[in-house]
């Protein structure tokens, strides 16, 4: 996966926040979801995987799968 331009200063849990937030609903947030994760390089998306499990108990891989 490419990576667009990643900020150098973000928040993995506030992320980890946003994306649950995209999948909450009767549907999720597709746009948010793409750009969250599009915008970030791999360290940083492992970084928000690693506090997504913390915060929620879940695996964020699980989550964003088809």
Known sequence: MATLLAPENF???EDAMALNKAF???GTDEKAIIWILGHR???QRK???LAYQE???EDLNKKTQI
């Open 11 to 13: 928040s993995p849990s």
């Open 24 to 26: 909450e609903g009767w």
């Open 41 to 43: 390089n791999v360290d």
């Open 47 to 49: 970084q928000i995987r």
């Open 55 to 57: 915060i929620y108990l």
